[in-house]
């Protein structure tokens, strides 16, 4: 992955990070936005979402984060505030650098750098989980889908 | 012999899974309270108060029968409080003896709360119970059953002759309060525990034919790589007494018995951490030797094993058997808790890294669970 001038790749990481987002692709995307409709209204109020074209990022506690086949989960860099990163990946270079670097580019924050597809998504409009913004991200895929 | 031994390692991990059903984050402690009674060895736990250690110490014992002693120590308590009074029909006859019965001396396994705040007359008399097995004071010279002694205390001491004292348990393990994502979960077990009483699944004849078996365990090809292990410790500026150097090979051979092998191999460093005597060693020691310990695994000793060297293979083992017991159960447990394991295997293992037989249980999981479309 090259977004930079310095290129860098990924390396697996022998520690898992904990989870706290899940993010979901495509169909597993829909899923997600599924089961988000049906967990209790408590448990949705600790959750945050933001969509973004065909990705759906939920954020929270590890315990509240929902599970649907084929999600995968990010955690906030332990020593780079604001860049959000998968849990079984890290990158070959020093992170504070890499979030340094991204946020001067990308003028938000936070970040979450993605591995497959290779993606940066900011997490800057993070918005409580309810029936009123599920319904506003299926109307946003609905009118993405239709304008296809 | 082998058949033998594994019936035995089977039997210790279910009576290790039963004393820790409800103690959320304890079951590192559990399995080391029986390693170290393998090996015929001690363990020092360092933590804050009112972290389930003497909860779980109690369990472990109950769940494996035997005598069990526990005492609060306090800087006035008396040595007859733990060895026992006076024997005053032998005093009238002249001889000064001590009456056991009951007490720390006749006990198998023993907990001692607080053990630094012991008196010397105290803690002399039991190092020479740790170290010996023999308990002597005045005429009176018992050889003692004890298996392993818990001790506990909030922090390791200045005090040199204290720390000598602390050096006596091979094992140290350090807990912390729970984290608080697991606080609920820590909330439910700890109510259901309180209610369930722990059935005693062993006698300790498991445990004696593991002991007994250590002399025949072959550590030939685990020296190597354990003096290499020790090498890097060196240079990394972490010390160990030679004493501790040595018998940490108990440690090693009690982990490959529970294993079920006769043989120690690289799979069996991982107590060597826990040999190392302080917080900051141990968390630098697991930097230092993370490839030494690439191998290390147990059958029966998960939590123990992954807790010392945060490998993938260790954490898949602990996966794997939860979720064969979410399988077997008759009634399956919530969404919730389903989705909870489903969640930590798919943040740990992706479709190329999942070893087969978590993929399969992944998926008997996956169709458990309602769908949620």
Not at chain 2, 149 to 177: I, K, M, Q, T, Y
Not at chain 2, 332 to 352: C, H, K, M, W, Y
Request: with cysteine; aromatic share 6%.
């Amino acid at each position: 992955m090259s977004a930079l001038a310095q290129p860098w790749a990924w390396r697996s990481r022998q520690v898992p990070a904990e989870p706290q987002a899940a993010v979901a692709w495509g169909d597993a995307a829909r899923r997600l936005h599924r089961r988000l409709a049906l967990i209790p209204a408590e448990q949705a109020a600790r959750l945050q979402a933001t969509a973004n074209g065909d990705v759906l990022v939920v954020t929270g506690m590890t315990a509240d984060l929902p599970w649907v086949d084929a999600v995968a989960y990010a955690a906030p860099s332990a020593c780079a505030p604001g860049l959000w990163l998968p849990t079984r990946w890290a990158p070959d270079v020093p992170e504070d650098l890499l979030g340094q670097a991204l946020s001067a580019r990308f003028k938000r924050l936070p970040l979450l750098v993605w591995r497959e597809p290779q993606v940066v998504i900011p997490l800057d409009r993070l918005q409580t989980v309810s029936p009123e913004v599920l319904q506003r991200i299926a109307t946003y895929w609905g009118a993405r889908h239709a304008t296809a | 012999m082998i058949a033998q031994l594994h019936s035995a390692a089977a039997q210790i991990r279910q009576a290790v899974r039963a004393a820790t059903e409800g103690l959320v984050g304890r079951e590192q402690l559990a399995e080391l309270i029986v390693l170290a009674a393998v090996a015929q060895e001690h363990i020092l736990v360092i933590g804050p108060p009112g972290t389930a250690k003497s909860a779980v110490v109690r369990r472990v014992a109950q769940s494996m029968g035997g005598r069990y002693f526990e005492y609060l120590l306090g800087r006035f308590t008396e040595p007859s409080e733990l060895f026992g009074a006076v024997d005053l029909k032998k005093l009238r006859e002249g001889t000064v003896e001590t009456d056991v019965s009951g007490m720390l001396p006749e006990a198998d396994i023993v907990f001692l709360d607080e053990v630094f705040l012991g008196s010397t007359a105290i803690l002399n008399t039991l190092l020479g119970v740790l170290n010996e097995r023999r308990f002597r004071r005045g005429h009176t010279q018992v050889q003692c059953p004890l298996r392993v002694c818990v001790g506990a205390a909030n922090g390791l001491p200045d005090d040199e002759a204290l720390a000598a004292f602390g050096d006596r348990f091979l094992l140290h393990l350090f807990v912390e309060s729970v984290p608080d994502n697991q606080l609920e979960a820590m909330l439910a077990g700890g109510w259901q525990s309180e209610q369930r009483p722990v059935q005693q699944l062993l006698g300790l004849t498991q445990l004696d034919t593991l002991s007994q078996a250590m002399k025949s365990v072959d550590l030939g090809n685990v020296r190597p790589a354990l003096a290499q292990a020790i090498r890097r410790l060196r240079e990394a500026g972490i010390q160990l007494s030679d004493r501790r150097i040595v018998k940490s090979q108990r440690l090693i051979a009690a982990a490959a018995l529970l294993g079920g092998r006769l043989e120690a191999s690289e799979a069996d460093l991982w107590p060597l951490l826990y040999v190392l005597p302080t917080q900051e060693t141990q968390q630098h020691g697991r930097e230092v030797l993370r490839d030494l310990f690439a191998a290390s695994s147990n059958s029966h000793l998960f939590s123990a094993v992954e807790e010392a060297t945060l490998q993938p293979m260790s954490r898949f083992n602990r996966l794997l058997e939860t979720a064969e017991d979410y399988l077997a159960r008759s009634e399956p447990p919530a969404s919730a808790v389903l989705e909870g394991l489903l969640r930590e295997i798919d943040a740990n293992f992706d479709s190329q890294t999942l070893p087969e037989p978590l993929q399969q249980a992944r998926g008997q999981l996956t169709r458990l669970l309602t769908p949620a479309e």
